[in-house]
């Protein structure tokens, strides 16, 4: 069994605020609940994860302690979260691999968030072992590509007309990967 350790950094961005990353605690329900509710529309049309369903945010709630899924949240003074991050080991035979998935609040992007909390979910992913982490996105999310490019992932793979929105429309993804060297 993995064993999970508390640890939480404090992080400085480039416009001059500060949060804490740390993992995602049965505390945060609410807080969760309306980082999901502040989410804009376009977003949650490319969202893998419907961040305002209900049962989805109790879902990551009821899991914050669960071996195989690690959910790290950037979190305000005040408690309020403005970034994701999950890292979720992949059943059967791809059990060393993680698959990632990464969100930053509109208001907080552009400030080095979106990097730090990928590296923060890359570090994680290479302390319980994982041997391979990779992120899967729409074509169209070119700030994503971006980050996970400068974190060393490689463009694995296109799967044509693979992702569909909330409007119905179909979306072609990129699957990235890196392997983790120990
Ligand atoms: C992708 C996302 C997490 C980036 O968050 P962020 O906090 O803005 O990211 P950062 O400020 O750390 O940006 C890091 C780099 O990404 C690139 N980048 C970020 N936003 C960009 C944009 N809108 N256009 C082009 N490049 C962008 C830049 O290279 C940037 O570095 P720079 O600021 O030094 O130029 C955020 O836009 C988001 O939540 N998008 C929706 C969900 C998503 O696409 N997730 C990724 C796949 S799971």
């Known amino acids: 069994m993995v064993q999970r350790t508390e640890a939480e950094s404090r992080v400085a961005l480039k416009d001059g605020r500060s949060v804490t990353i740390r993992q995602l605690m049965e505390q945060d329900h ?8 502040g989410l804009p529309k376009n977003d949650l049309l490319y969202l893998e994860d419907d961040f305002q369903n209900p049962e989805i945010i ?16 950037a979190v305000t003074d005040d408690g309020s979260i403005v970034a994701y991050t999950s890292a979720l080991r992949m059943p059967g035979w791809s059990y060393h691999v993680a698959n990632i998935r990464l969100i930053v609040d509109r208001a907080w992007r552009r400030s080095g968030l979106g990097m730090a909390m990928a590296q923060a979910i890359v570090d994680v992913a290479h302390d319980i072992g994982a041997g391979k982490v990779m992120v899967e996105m729409l074509t169209a999310q070119t700030a994503g590509q971006a980050i996970f490019g400068r974190l060393g992932f490689a463009v694995e793979g296109q799967l044509a007309r693979h992702a569909i929105d909330r409007d119905g429309n179909l979306h072609d993804i990129v699957l990235m990967s890196a392997f983790i060297r120990r």
């Open 30 to 37: 609410v807080a969760l609940i309306n980082f999901g509710l």
């Open 58 to 73: 109790s879902r990551m709630i009821h899991a914050n302690a669960a071996e195989n899924w690690w959910q790290i949240v």
